[in-house]
């Protein structure tokens, strides 16, 4: 079973560690908060629907430690130095997503038995994760943290290791009884806790507040590599994916050893 003390004491002591290892070689260290709306996509609903989309979207929270080598002792400002140094960031993240799911749309919303089924049906998805992404600036850093620029777009891609539990109940009664089941869900439904991966990408920006600020805006597409994120697993065409979300962040910023 995934213990989740022991995950997290593990990431604090990787970041102190790395905060500590680091500094003495003029590598700068900045640390993130972020949080905001994720849309779940799932075998809940259609998944093309607006409405079954928009309704199933739950939040986000994340705490992020950034590396950056634009700082070492040997690359100062008027120097030339390796086009890795200047435009990328390395990022440690832990996050965590939360929703509730209903099943919106056409068949859902069919006075039949069927429509019935569905909309009594009613579930929730829990994630926890973390892993590394690699940024990428087109704006030199130290450009943008010199005030050059008050906007610093980027691009990332990462993995994360994933902790998933979701339940599910029905109004008409226990989910064991396959009359409270639609159909298509039998056999079809584990609410076990499970571990996967989840690929990782994403398009943001900076926005420069001060010498050791900034805010944050992102919007990221998140991959796994399981179909159990709902606890629903599906036989069907409309099934033809696994479970991914879609999670648009806001956040700050904080340089921690800054030159």
Not at 84 to 103: G, T, V
Request: contains cysteine.
């Amino acid at each position: 079973m995934f213990n989740y003390k022991k995950f997290l004491t593990f990431s604090v002591f990787l970041f102190l560690f790395q905060v500590k290892g680091f500094s003495q070689f003029g590598i700068a260290h900045e640390i993130a908060v972020k949080a905001g709306p994720a849309s779940f996509f799932t075998d809940y609903g259609e998944r093309w629907n607006v409405r079954n989309n928009l309704n199933n979207a739950g939040y986000g929270i994340g705490i992020s430690h950034y590396i950056n080598f634009a700082y070492k002792t040997d690359c100062h400002y008027s120097q030339t130095a390796s086009f890795f140094i200047n435009h990328f960031r390395i990022r440690n993240e832990l996050d965590y997503f939360y929703s509730k799911l209903e099943h919106f749309g056409p068949v859902a919303s069919k006075p039949s038995r069927g429509g019935e089924l569905l909309r009594a049906m009613h579930g929730e998805s829990e994630i926890i994760e973390g892993g590394i992404h690699l940024e990428y600036h087109p704006f030199r850093i130290r450009d943008f943290t010199h005030s050059g620029y008050m906007f610093s777009p980027y691009i990332s891609l990462g993995g994360h290791f994933v902790s998933y539990k979701a339940d599910a109940y029905s109004d008409l009664g226990p989910l064991t009884d396959p009359n409270n089941v639609f159909p298509t869900f039998i056999g079809g439904m584990n609410f076990d806790r499970g571990t996967t991966y989840s690929i990782v990408a994403g398009l943001g920006v900076r926005y420069r507040l001060g010498f050791r600020h900034d805010l944050l805006l992102e919007a990221r597409g998140q991959y796994y590599g399981s179909d159990w994120i709902d606890g629903l697993n599906i036989n069907a065409p409309q099934n033809k994916f696994n479970d991914y979300i879609l999670w648009i962040n806001v956040g700050y910023v904080y340089y921690i050893n800054f030159q």
